[in-house]
């Protein structure tokens, strides 16, 4: 008489709730449909959403997110600046809701990213209202635009 084995396999689900990580440039276009809007309300006259998002293809900008309820809560662009005396990592777009969920982390990925990367410092161009909301950062300079 032949015995039959049956095996029980155990699945374990990851969570993706309240994750946050770098997207690899070669993944932007999966999400970009999630992520485009988010930013879109942050850019001004100096990028467009096309513009970022050729810059995130072609790994001159980095693209990191918050991702929260099986979707993305929050986006931040970065981009790296070489200048003569410090390679500086630099925050310059970024969109979302529910800010107090992922700030600070997000701040946490950026900085430990930037390390990897040996960036020796971290630049935020944005509104004022960033002062208040970033950790560790202070006002070094005003940037002062003027249309002609």
């Known amino acids: 008489m032949q015995v039959?084995?049956?095996?029980?396999?155990t699945y374990h689900i990851v969570s993706l709730d309240n994750v946050i990580?770098?997207?690899?440039s070669e993944d932007v276009e999966f999400i970009w449909?999630?992520?485009a809007p988010l930013l879109e309300k942050a850019l001004d006259e100096t990028y467009t959403i096309e513009d970022i998002y050729k810059g995130l293809l072609n790994n001159r900008m980095q693209l990191f997110i918050s991702w929260n309820d099986n979707k993305v809560e929050?986006?931040?662009?970065t981009?790296?600046?070489?200048?003569?005396?410090?390679k500086t990592l630099r925050y310059f777009l970024a969109g979302g809701t529910n800010l107090e969920n992922?700030?600070?982390?997000?701040?946490?990925?950026?900085?430990?990213?930037?390390?990897?990367?040996?960036?020796t410092h971290?630049?935020?161009a944005g509104r004022k209202g960033w002062v208040r909301k970033l950790k560790g950062f202070?006002?070094?300079?005003?940037l002062l635009n003027k249309e002609i």
């Open 4 to 9: 039959q084995e049956t095996q029980t396999k």
């Open 21 to 24: 990580t770098r997207v690899p």
């Open 33 to 35: 449909s999630q992520v």
């Open 74 to 77: 929050s986006a931040v662009v």
């Open 79 to 86: 981009e790296i600046a070489q200048y003569p005396q410090s």
């Open 102 to 119: 992922w700030l600070g982390r997000i701040q946490q990925v950026i900085e430990k990213f930037a390390k990897q990367e040996n960036c």
């Open 122 to 124: 971290l630049e935020v």
């Open 138 to 142: 202070r006002v070094k300079a005003y």
